[in-house]
C-alpha cells in the first residue's frame, strides 16, 4: 500500500519501537495530525482475550469527562405517556409503536444511541435485526435500558459512549478531538482505561492489555505506556 508523504513525514516524528508515557504520546498525535478537518482522537487497545469465549466478551461504556467532540443524536423509543419526558431531557428522536413502524417500514435510522425502557423492548422485537446491524440496538449492559429515561439520555448528551471487542480482540474508543486541551484528551483516556481494567475476565491468564496505541484519523499511531 502507497503511503502518502504527509503520512511519511508525521510517521518520522515516531519512534517504531517507543513506548511513550502519555502527554508525550498526546503531544505527538496532537503534532502529527496535517488534516484540514479537526480530527477525532482514538485509542486502540489490543486485549489478551479469546473473543470466542462468551465470558471474556469486553462490553461497557463510560461516561467521558469532556466528551467526544461529537454531537450525539439520541433515539428514545418508549411508551407514549413518556414522550414528553424524552423530550424534555433532550432526545432528538422519540417515539412509541409508530416510530417503531416507521423504522419497519423504512429501515431508516437517523440517530446515533438509542434508548428504551424494561417493558417497551418487546415492542423493538420487530427491528431488532434493523436495529442490531447499525449497532443501535439497546443494551443493559451499555446503560440504555432503564427506567429513568430522562438520566439515559442525560448521560448520553454529557459524552457517554459505550465500547465492545472486536473479532480480533481489540476495543476501539474516540475520546476527543485534536482541537481538545492536552488536560482534557488525558482525562478522557485515564478515565476509559479505569473502566476498562475493571472489567478484566477473571477467566484471562497473561497479559489482559498487551498494548495501547493513540491516533488521531487518518494519523500514525504512537504506544502508550500501559501503567
Not at 519501537?17 to 487497545?45: G, Q, R
Not at 467532540?69 to 409508530?98: L, S, Y
Not at 444511541?113 to 443494551?139: C, D, E, H, S, W
Request: proline share 4%; with cysteine.
Amino acid at each position: 500500500m502507497k503511503i502518502s508523504k504527509r503520512l511519511k513525514e508525521a510517521k518520522a516524528k515516531i519512534e517504531a519501537d517507543k513506548v511513550y508515557d502519555l502527554p508525550e504520546a498526546i503531544a505527538l498525535v496532537k503534532e502529527t495530525s496535517k488534516v484540514k478537518f479537526d480530527a477525532s482522537v482514538e485509542v486502540h487497545a489490543k486485549l489478551g482475550i479469546d473473543p470466542k469465549k462468551s465470558d471474556q466478551i469486553i462490553r461497557d461504556s463510560v461516561i467521558l469527562p469532556h466528551g467526544t467532540g461529537k454531537t450525539v443524536r439520541v433515539a428514545a423509543f418508549v411508551p407514549t405517556e413518556q414522550i414528553k419526558e424524552a423530550q424534555a431531557a433532550g432526545a432528538d428522536v422519540v417515539g412509541d409503536n409508530e416510530l417503531v413502524e416507521e423504522i419497519k417500514k423504512t429501515g431508516k435510522c437517523d440517530f446515533d444511541v438509542a434508548i428504551t425502557t424494561p417493558a417497551f423492548m418487546k415492542t423493538l422485537a420487530v427491528v431488532a435485526r434493523v436495529l442490531g446491524q447499525k449497532g443501535l440496538m439497546p443494551n443493559p449492559k451499555t446503560g440504555t435500558i432503564g427506567e429513568d429515561v430522562s438520566k439515559m439520555i442525560s448521560e448520553l448528551k454529557k459524552g457517554k459512549v459505550s465500547y465492545k471487542n472486536d473479532d480480533t480482540s481489540n476495543v476501539h474508543l474516540t475520546i476527543g478531538k485534536v482541537s481538545f486541551e492536552s488536560s482534557a484528551l488525558e482525562e478522557n483516556f485515564k478515565l476509559f482505561l479505569e473502566t476498562l481494567k475493571k472489567n478484566k475476565p477473571s477467566s484471562v491468564k497473561g497479559t489482559y492489555i498487551k498494548s495501547l496505541t493513540i491516533s488521531s484519523s487518518m494519523g500514525p499511531g504512537v504506544r502508550v505506556n500501559v501503567k
